[in-house]
């Protein structure tokens, strides 16, 4: 009844920002990411048998909220099994936690496949979909690795994956700016765009088109046109974001001066885009001959205190002996 999974955070190139429906945590839209092979949770989960409630430890912490995220998703999975059983969590993220750097979408895609596993469930791809995405609407990207598509269609999710690593081997630089956990939550945040954001039906509406043209910038292996999209919905999101009642400003001083230095390295040819979720980090999505320069480039700018570098990753998986 015990099981060990490995999953890699993801970041968004079309994002999600907002919900369509509260129950099941089902995104407003569709989006498109990458998998972070260089940055890692592993997650223990461990049924005790007669064990009332579960214990979550992130990080060696504990904390009511995201242990009653994850006892939902767990409860889940016991109702599939036919079990009661509490459980043990323990996760542990190689990377800052709770800071922008996806770790939820790590965090609930490696308790979902850790938990399966010691149960001995094998669920449809789709069902473990919907369960990770109960726990982060952008886990379920993770269960796939490469460059991943979630489409939102009704109440069903479905992930496909548009490339494995090795079909178009891009790097991520990620400038880290900052490492504190965030003030406002993804969750929070877009729950008071919703409401306040006055460009938040512009940013829904406008969103099909950005995914259609992501994947097919995707699909003909187009970086040229992924750059310009993917910083466009980037600054869409950041935009409705800004617009929110309170404001979410998320960037810190260095996460503008990073975004800049990446235009000016493009437009002198190097291939190269940015974008930012809902943290201060920056993470440049490079084809790999441009990967030194840019983590040089981003290392010397001020306030940056870390640049960690990521090539793709697999999807969520069971610990094998040598992982
Ligand atoms: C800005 O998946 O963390 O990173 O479903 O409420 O848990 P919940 O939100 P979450 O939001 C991710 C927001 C984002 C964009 C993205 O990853 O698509």
Same mark, same amino acid.
Request: net charge neutral.
């Given at each position: 009844?015990?099981?060990?999974? +490995?999953?890699?955070?993801?970041?968004?190139?079309?994002?999600?920002?907002?919900?369509?429906?509260?129950?099941?945590?089902?995104?407003?839209? !569709?989006?498109?990411?990458?998998?972070? $092979?260089?940055?890692?949770?592993?997650?223990?989960?461990?049924?005790?048998?007669?064990?009332?409630?579960?214990?979550?430890? /992130?990080?060696?912490?504990?904390?009511?909220?995201?242990?009653? #995220? &994850?006892?939902?998703?767990?409860? /889940?999975?016991?109702?599939?099994?036919?079990?009661?059983?509490?459980?043990?969590?323990?996760?542990?993220?190689?990377?800052?936690?709770?800071?922008?750097?996806?770790?939820?979408?790590? =965090?609930?895609?490696?308790?979902?496949?850790?938990? @399966? =596993?010691?149960?001995?469930?094998?669920?449809?791809?789709?069902?473990?979909?919907? +369960?990770?995405?109960?726990?982060? !609407?952008?886990?379920?990207?993770?269960?796939?690795?490469?460059?991943?598509?979630?489409?939102?269609?009704?109440?069903?999710?479905?992930?496909?994956?548009?490339?494995?690593?090795?079909?178009?081997?891009?790097?991520? &630089?990620? @400038?880290?700016?900052? %490492?504190?956990?965030?003030? +406002?939550?993804? #969750?929070? $945040?877009?729950?008071?765009?919703?409401? %306040?954001?006055?460009?938040?039906?512009?940013?829904?509406?406008?969103?099909?088109?950005?995914?259609? @043209? =992501?994947?097919?910038? &995707?699909?003909?292996?187009?970086?040229?046109?992924?750059?310009?999209?993917?910083?466009?919905?980037?600054?869409?999101?950041?935009?409705?974001?800004?617009?929110? #009642?309170?404001?979410? +400003?998320?960037? %810190?001083?260095?996460?503008?001066?990073?975004?800049? #230095?990446?235009?000016?390295?493009?437009? !002198? !040819?190097?291939?190269?885009?940015?974008?930012?979720?809902?943290?201060?980090?920056?993470?440049?999505?490079?084809?790999?001959?441009?990967?030194?320069?840019?983590?040089?480039?981003?290392?010397?700018?001020?306030?940056?205190?870390? &640049?960690?570098?990521?090539?793709?990753?697999?999807?969520?998986?069971?610990?094998?002996?040598?992982?």
């Amino acid at each position: 009844m015990q099981a060990v999974a +490995i999953a890699h955070p993801n970041v968004a190139l079309i994002k999600y920002w907002g919900k369509r429906a509260i129950a099941g945590n089902l995104p407003a839209t !569709g989006s498109l990411s990458l998998v972070l $092979g260089g940055l890692s949770t592993e997650t223990l989960v461990r049924f005790e048998a007669g064990r009332q409630g579960d214990r979550v430890l /992130l990080d060696d912490r504990e904390d009511a909220e995201t242990s009653a #995220r &994850v006892t939902a998703c767990l409860d /889940l999975l016991r109702r599939e099994a036919g079990v009661q059983d509490g459980a043990v969590v323990e996760s542990r993220n190689d990377f800052p936690t709770g800071a922008g750097l996806a770790s939820s979408a790590s =965090g609930f895609a490696a308790l979902l496949v850790a938990a @399966a =596993g010691a149960l001995g469930l094998r669920l449809p791809a789709a069902r473990l979909a919907e +369960i990770a995405r109960t726990g982060s !609407g952008s886990a379920a990207r993770s269960l796939l690795g490469g460059i991943v598509l979630l489409n939102n269609r009704d109440a069903t999710t479905d992930c496909t994956q548009l490339a494995a690593p090795a079909d178009w081997p891009l790097e991520i &630089v990620v @400038a880290v700016t900052a %490492t504190g956990q965030k003030a +406002i939550s993804s #969750r929070q $945040g877009m729950a008071m765009s919703e409401q %306040t954001s006055p460009y938040y039906p512009a940013w829904v509406d406008s969103h099909a088109a950005d995914l259609e @043209a =992501g994947v097919a910038a &995707v699909r003909n292996r187009d970086f040229r046109s992924l750059a310009e999209l993917a910083e466009h919905n980037c600054l869409k999101m950041h935009a409705v974001m800004l617009s929110t #009642r309170p404001p979410l +400003i998320y960037w %810190t001083p260095a996460t503008l001066a990073c975004l800049q #230095r990446v235009r000016a390295l493009r437009a !002198g !040819g190097l291939p190269v885009f940015f974008t930012i979720d809902a943290g201060p980090q920056l993470k440049a999505v490079c084809l790999p001959e441009a990967a030194d320069e840019v983590a040089a480039e981003l290392s010397a700018i001020d306030g940056v205190c870390q &640049v960690l570098r990521s090539p793709l990753g697999a999807g969520a998986r069971l610990r094998a002996n040598g992982d």
